[in-house]
C-alpha cells in the first residue's frame, strides 16, 4: 500500500542542521536542594516564633493603637474561684455580682448567646479554664452584637484561667453576645447594675 503523501520509505532521526540536544547539565541540583532546606527552615523557625508569640502574650502589655472613648470605669472585685474544679463539659455559672442577673450562658466551643435588653449601665462577668488545654492556655472572647452588627469586644483573653468582670458598658439596647472559645470551658454573665 502507498502513502499519499510520498514519504514511504524515509527514516526518521535529526532534521539536517539541527544535532541532537545537549545532555542535561549537572551540579543544579545541589543549589535548588540547598535552596529549598533554607526556605523551610526559615519557615518553620519563623512558625515556632509566632506560636511561641501567640501562647506567652500578655493582653495586660497591649497598649491601644488607635484613640478610644475614655469612659469611667467601676471594676468590681473578683470572686475567689470556687474550691471544687469546674468540669469541663459543663462549668458551673460564676456568682452573680451586684445587681440582677440577666443573661447567663457557659460553653465549651464558639457560641452565639439569647438576647438581653439592658437599659444603662450593665456589665459582663465571666470565668474561663483552659487548663485541660494540652498546651495549658486557650482563647476566649467576647463581642456586643445588635443583629448582625458588632457594637464592642470588651473581651479578648489568651492564657489559662480567669474570673473577671468588664468594665461598665453604658449603651442601652438589645444585644446578644458572641463567644469565641478556642479549647477553653467558660461562663458568662450580663449583669444590671443599679
Not at 438581653?116 to 482563647?139: E, L, M, R
Not at 463567644?179 to 458568662?188: D, Y
Request: aromatic share 8%; glycine share 8%.
Amino acid at each position: 500500500m502507498s502513502n499519499p503523501y510520498g514519504y514511504e520509505g524515509q527514516t526518521y532521526g535529526p532534521q539536517s542542521g539541527y544535532g541532537y540536544p545537549p545532555p542535561p547539565r549537572a551540579g543544579n541540583n545541589a543549589l535548588l536542594i540547598v535552596t529549598l532546606l533554607t526556605v523551610a527552615f526559615l519557615m518553620f523557625a519563623g512558625g515556632g516564633y509566632t506560636l511561641f508569640a501567640v501562647l506567652t502574650d500578655d493582653p495586660s502589655d497591649r497598649r491601644p493603637t488607635t484613640p478610644v472613648e475614655t469612659r469611667e470605669a467601676v471594676i468590681q472585685p473578683s470572686q475567689t474561684p470556687p474550691e471544687s474544679q469546674p468540669t469541663q463539659n459543663s462549668p458551673s455559672p460564676p456568682p452573680a455580682t451586684n445587681g440582677q442577673v440577666l443573661l447567663s450562658d457557659n460553653g465549651t466551643t464558639n457560641k452565639t448567646t439569647a438576647q438581653f435588653t439592658v437599659d444603662a449601665t450593665w456589665q459582663i462577668h465571666y470565668t474561663y479554664d483552659c487548663s485541660a488545654n494540652p498546651i495549658g492556655t486557650g482563647h476566649v472572647s467576647a463581642a456586643i452584637k445588635s443583629g448582625a452588627e458588632t457594637i464592642d469586644t470588651p473581651l479578648t483573653e489568651i492564657g489559662t484561667k480567669a474570673d473577671k468582670t468588664t468594665p461598665l458598658q453604658t449603651r442601652p439596647g438589645t444585644f446578644t453576645l458572641e463567644v469565641t472559645s478556642i479549647l477553653c470551658s467558660w461562663t458568662i454573665e450580663v449583669i444590671d447594675v443599679p
